[in-house]
């Protein structure tokens, strides 16, 4: 008798719950139905030649350029705060942050290790006469950065990336003893994204979380995936470069 009480009071309490929902939502006058693919295709992959996203996604190839020079701490706050408590833990003395932007986060959380920031001009030059004691590259995925870094961030600049595997390669031959990634999981982004182009016009492409591990594991050994942010939809994950069984 208790349980079946207990049954009808959950049920009660539900239905008024969900009653007083539906009118917040009502009145509210906000939509909150997104766009939803098929469940199995959360986690479906696509081949390598698609960069493990799945079959039919349609990328923006022709996107806009974003600066963000102007950009402290609005965005990826809890990657660089993985990145430092990784590099306490694992005593990592330098670091390498691709696609700085405007450095902020790198000096606030890696004062006290040896940096480098790569980017893009002008962002180079702004950073070299705001901290000139510090080493910033320009990067083109070509030019060797001035010493071999122990942990690499790549902090949400993937996605803007026509070839990441430009990137990949140009990480893999820094041979960090850690990669920290970040990059927007399609799957909480929702509405009107599932099969591209990103609704984000600087972004390229985006993965899923099953996406994204299947790609970066295709080069890199993954130890660890998790979302970071799920107000911004950042999903981080963190890898090593495979190593050649020799």
Same mark, same amino acid.
């Given at each position: 008798?208790?349980?079946?009480?207990?049954?009808?009071?959950?049920?009660?309490?539900?239905?008024?719950?969900?009653?007083?929902?539906?009118?917040?939502?009502?009145?509210?006058?906000?939509?909150?139905?997104?766009?939803?693919?098929?469940?199995?295709?959360?986690?479906?992959?696509?081949?390598?030649?698609?960069?493990?996203?799945?079959?039919?996604?349609?990328?923006?190839?022709?996107?806009?350029?974003?600066?963000?020079?102007?950009?402290?701490?609005?965005?990826?706050?809890?990657?660089?705060?993985?990145?430092?408590?990784?590099?306490?833990?694992?005593?990592?003395?330098?670091?390498?942050?691709?696609?700085?932007?405007?450095?902020?986060?790198?000096?606030?959380?890696?004062?006290?290790?040896?940096?480098?920031?790569?980017?893009?001009?002008?962002?180079?030059?702004?950073?070299?006469?705001?901290?000139?004691?510090?080493?910033?590259?320009?990067?083109?995925?070509?030019?060797?950065?001035?010493?071999?870094?122990?942990?690499?961030?790549?902090?949400?600049?993937?996605?803007?990336? !026509? *070839?990441? $595997?430009? @990137?990949? +390669?140009?990480?893999?031959?820094?041979? =960090? /003893?850690?990669?920290?990634?970040?990059? !927007? *999981?399609? $799957?909480? @982004?929702? +509405?009107?994204?599932?099969?591209?182009? =990103? /609704?984000?016009?600087?972004?390229?492409?985006?993965?899923?979380?099953?996406?994204?591990?299947?790609?970066?594991?295709?080069?890199?050994?993954?130890?660890?995936?998790?979302?970071?942010?799920?107000?911004?939809?950042?999903?981080?994950?963190?890898?090593?470069?495979?190593?050649?069984?020799?």
């Amino acid at each position: 008798m208790r349980n079946d009480a207990a049954l009808l009071a959950f049920q009660l309490v539900n239905r008024g719950l969900r009653s007083v929902g539906f009118e917040l939502h009502r009145k509210s006058n906000s939509r909150v139905l997104g766009s939803y693919p098929p469940l199995q295709e959360y986690y479906m992959t696509g081949s390598p030649d698609d960069y493990y996203i799945h079959r039919g996604y349609k990328p923006r190839l022709h996107n806009a350029f974003f600066d963000d020079r102007s950009v402290d701490e609005e965005w990826q706050k809890e990657v660089y705060q993985f990145a430092q408590e990784l590099a306490e833990r694992e005593q990592l003395d330098s670091v390498c942050d691709v696609g700085c932007g405007s450095g902020f986060k790198l000096m606030k959380y890696f004062a006290e290790k040896q940096t480098v920031g790569l980017d893009l001009e002008p962002t180079v030059r702004r950073l070299k006469d705001k901290y000139p004691n510090r080493a910033w590259t320009v990067c083109n995925f070509s030019t060797p950065t001035p010493f071999c870094p122990d942990l690499v961030i790549c902090a949400d600049v993937i996605e803007h990336l !026509p *070839d990441p $595997n430009q @990137l990949l +390669a140009f990480v893999k031959l820094l041979s =960090p /003893r850690y990669i920290v990634f970040s990059t !927007p *999981d399609r $799957n909480l @982004l929702r +509405a009107g994204t599932h099969n591209g182009p =990103p /609704r984000n016009p600087a972004h390229v492409r985006e993965w899923s979380m099953p996406e994204f591990r299947a790609y970066i594991g295709s080069e890199c050994e993954i130890i660890d995936q998790f979302v970071s942010n799920s107000v911004q939809c950042t999903q981080c994950l963190l890898a090593r470069p495979l190593r050649s069984r020799v």
